[in-house]
């Protein structure tokens, strides 16, 4: 009898739940200099499913133009949470105050969950 194969490690991987990704990452948030670290979407509200995919709000204060403050901290958390796709947005603290009234970040603030905090 031939066995089906899974299509990609998300579908063998056990169900992650929102500390689970804050454990998991927080050695990534230290090692980058992250402040704070938001987790919205499905794993915030607790509706994620194996499909899911971890949405976060990065707030770091850096020099680093935008599309460079990815370099090897996006790698770093695929390496951390592995099978799991990644959305990220990492923004100054100025910078998520200025666009903070757009529907999409004022929703993702409103039901995401702080899931590190540079003390």
Do not use: W
């Amino acid at each position: 009898m031939k066995r089906n194969k899974p299509s990609n490690l998300r579908d063998v991987l056990p169900p992650v739940g929102a500390d689970d990704i804050a454990r998991l990452a927080r050695p990534v948030f230290e090692r980058h200099t992250v402040e704070k670290a938001i987790l919205f979407g499905s794993f915030a509200t607790g509706r994620q499913s194996r499909r899911s995919d971890v949405d976060l709000i990065l707030i770091q204060n850096t020099p680093r133009r935008y599309f460079e403050r990815f370099d090897g901290l996006l790698q770093d958390l695929y390496r951390a949470i592995p099978g799991r796709e990644i959305e990220c947005f990492i923004y100054t603290p100025e910078e998520l105050a200025a666009i903070s009234h757009r529907f999409f970040i004022r929703r993702a603030l409103k039901e995401g969950i702080v899931i590190y905090e540079r003390g």
